[in-house]
């Protein structure tokens, strides 16, 4: 992909003579007099820390720049390959289940989340199977899927 | 209850944050190292009317969690009493007294109360270990005090802050006795600045979820604390379990204090009785009551980390007041050594008594000191003073599935050994050594961990040296039929000779001249279960890496070690015919 534009960033590390952590500094430019470079660690140390230590002194223990190409935003969706996808809810399930909910069995379908549809609507109970984790989804609720292969539950007494 | 339990969840977890924020602002924003790098301090939330702990930070010092909730329910107290000024908007006080809820005096505390709609809703508090707070040592674990006066300076809570302002006039008393005074500032601007972050990220919390909900779920969190410690008692077989522990010294008497203690099960309590321990003594290893609550809590939360902290957690537990012991000491008793050592061994009097009923969950005795080492003196070639701290891991305890880990922080610690080269730009020291405290892991099917094993160098100008240790005399506990960890060893080699300290882990003012070296090797961690039933292989792979000797390998686990340093294998006949040898 082509790098449609380039940012160039001024970043000093600074610190409180003493002190032995530091705080970035980003600058607006690389040519800031003494004071502005003072002016814009002050500023920052307050918004982090509270607090201006008008009795010491600063100083500037690094200085990096660096360049960063910006590339064109990744169409998240596009890394999904479409034919892992089913073309159905019903060609992503994999059977039912029994599953106990407040004293009773329910049965509840079985999904393969990697395969949902995107777009597509589910209501609970039912049970989405990934390879690192289980997701539930009571009944009550129902989740929607979407094209970057989130999935949106609405939990059912939710507003 | 009107909550739903991700709301609940996530409120736990915002005043978590909160906690958190204030104890990282406090660090990174902190000059001295034992602040910035060590972690020697801690924040918390806490409740209007009592003091009671609603929340602390996840990095801050374990023995301070039930401390700072007993020094503000004495300003609370003494407020009410007319003894401490009323709290307006933008005060806070600075408080250090040990018997007003509190450790040593180098922990500072700063209590803020903390308002919404002109009502105080809480209290924000933070610890912060001082370098220095005057008295007869630099560094203030004078290990020979006979009373507290010699320790340092003693604050009541008085308002350093003042709607906002720092009142100048309290600064100048305290910087006037306190040594290296003109390094103390951005300290006392970090610390009162980290409650500053803590109030804003609160606002934001309580501006999102409403008061009222909050409010509703500390109170909730608090009850679930302490049904969830009840649960976990309740699971116990009813019973009383005893143990023993012993201190070196008190620093100026020659004579180990001893810590007797009986938990007994009731139910679903807790009841934690040390009768027979040894009366209140001359030198510093006393503890007042807030330390010793505290070291109790933090055992507990150690064997059940899984119950959040607040007071709930500890409703369950029921301390018999350990009146006429040292472990509640009164003014004068000097306490430097309380929130550092004592506190620790009461806390390996805790793990020796349940290990007994809960060998799963218990392991045997860690290296239980912080090693204190503080040097103070002048830097000729920077033209000026220093107090330099050094706190050091030890080995921990074997247990059922492991074994202890080494060089690991003190068990009420979090603190980190500051990088040696931070130590040696900001002080007149070289390194000569730093690694792991060879033979000192207590043998055990489960063996201990290694301590650590260092020794430098003043370089430049002058110093004195003192020593804030122990388990100089008596390893820490193997259990199960493990054995001692290592004991902790001081040497000064100063002008040819070598010195060791009478009293083994405790000396002050020992004076260096460039050149002159210190030589610590901190406790290793006790054994669990029988060492001959520890595979061959282990302790192998121990001899391997250089950490037991071939002849501890033999003596210690009935291993027979051949084929000389480079290539050591196990002589298995030789080493089953040793084993089978042995008793049991």
Redesign the interface.
């Known amino acids: 992909m082509p790098i449609e534009a380039l940012e160039v960033r001024h970043v000093l590390d600074m610190q ?1 003579i ?4 530091l ?1 970035q500094v980003p600058l607006p430019d690389a040519s800031l007099s003494r004071e502005e470079i003072q002016e814009a660690f002050e500023s920052i140390y307050f918004d ?4 201006r ?1 008008s ?2 002194r600063a100083q500037i223990v690094s200085v990096s720049t660096s360049v960063i190409g910006q590339r064109p935003p990744v169409d998240l969706a596009g890394l999904i390959p479409p034919d892992s996808r089913a073309d159905s809810l019903a060609g992503a399930r994999l059977g039912f289940r029994s599953v106990w909910f407040d004293g009773g069995w329910v049965e509840a379908a079985l999904y393969d989340r990697e395969k949902l549809p995107a777009n597509s609507q589910l209501t609970g109970p039912a049970v989405l199977e990934q390879m690192d984790t289980t997701i539930l989804i009571e009944p009550q609720d129902s989740a929607h899927t979407d094209a970057d292969g989130n999935i949106l539950i609405q939990i059912g007494g939710a507003e | 209850m009107s909550l739903d339990p991700i709301s609940l969840s996530v409120i736990q977890a915002g005043l978590q944050q909160v906690c958190d924020e204030m104890d990282l602002s406090f660090s990174r924003a902190a000059f001295s190292p034992v602040i910035a790098e060590a972690n020697d301090r801690s924040d918390g939330i806490y409740a209007a009317a009592d003091g009671a702990l609603i929340a602390q930070g996840a990095g801050g010092l374990p023995v301070f969690v039930g401390t700072m909730q007993y020094s503000t329910r004495e300003l609370i107290r003494l407020i009410d009493e007319g003894e401490a000024a009323a709290p307006q908007p933008g005060d806070i006080y600075i408080v250090n007294d040990p018997y007003l809820g509190g450790t040593h005096l180098m922990d500072v505390r700063f209590v803020r109360p903390y308002y919404r709609q002109g009502k105080l809703w809480c209290w924000l508090s933070n610890t912060g270990h001082w370098p220095d707070t005057g008295g007869a040592v630099p560094g203030g674990f004078s290990a020979s005090a006979t009373a507290v006066e010699q320790e340092g300076l003693r604050l009541p809570p008085v308002k350093l802050f003042k709607k906002g302002e720092m009142d100048r006039e309290i600064y100048a008393i305290i910087c006037s006795n306190i040594r290296v005074a003109d390094q103390r500032i951005g300290d006392v601007r970090a610390q009162a600045a980290a409650l500053e972050v803590g109030a804003d990220r609160l606002d934001q919390l309580l501006d999102r979820y409403g008061d009222e909900m909050v409010a509703e779920a500390i109170a909730e969190l608090r009850g679930r604390a302490a049904s969830q410690m009840k649960q976990l008692i309740n699971q116990l077989p009813d019973g009383c379990w005893k143990s023993v522990a012993f201190v070196d010294s008190d620093g100026v008497v020659n004579e180990p204090l001893e810590i007797h203690l009986a938990i007994t099960k009731q139910t679903d309590r807790l009841i934690f009785d040390f009768v027979g321990s040894s009366p209140p003594c001359r030198g510093p290893m006393n503890s007042v009551l807030a330390t010793t609550l505290s070291s109790v809590y933090l055992a507990i939360r150690h064997i059940f980390p899984e119950v959040p902290i607040s007071a709930g957690a500890f409703e369950p537990l029921e301390i018999i007041r350990p009146s006429g012991t040292f472990l509640d000491a009164h003014y004068p008793r000097p306490v430097s050594g309380c929130a550092a050592e004592v506190s620790q061994r009461i806390a390996e009097a805790v793990f020796a008594a349940l290990v007994q009923v809960l060998p799963d969950r218990v392991t045997a005795a860690p290296a239980g000191t912080s090693g204190n080492f503080a040097l103070g003196g002048h830097n000729a070639e920077r033209g000026r003073d220093f107090v330099m701290y050094q706190l050091s891991g030890g080995g921990y305890g074997g247990y059922a599935d492991g074994d202890g880990l080494s060089n690991g922080c003190s068990t009420i610690g979090i603190s980190k050994a500051p990088p040696v080269e931070i130590m040696e730009q900001a002080f007149p020291v070289l390194y000569h050594r730093y690694a792991l405290h060879e033979g000192s892991a207590g043998a055990g099917r489960m063996r201990g961990g290694f301590g650590l094993d260092y020794e430098l160098e003043l370089r430049n100008g002058s110093a004195r040296a003192s020593f804030v240790m122990d388990h100089g005399r008596f390893g820490p506990q193997g259990v199960l039929g493990g054995k001692d960890g290592g004991v902790n060893r001081v040497v000064v080699h100063r002008g040819g000779e070598t010195y060791v300290p009478e009293h083994l882990s405790k000396e002050q003012d020992i004076e260096l001249a460039p050149g002159d070296r210190v030589h610590v090797a901190t406790p290793g961690g006790g054994g669990y279960g029988n060492p001959l039933e520890r595979p061959p292989q282990a302790v192998l792979e121990d001899v391997r890496l250089g950490r037991y000797s071939v002849a501890e390998a033999e003596s210690l686990y009935g291993v027979v070690i051949s084929g000389g340093p480079d290539t050591p294998e196990i002589d298995q006949p030789a080493t089953d015919r040793l084993r089978a040898a042995q008793p049991g």
């Open positions: 409180f003493g002190q032995t952590h705080l982090r820390f509270r607090v230590l009795e010491i």
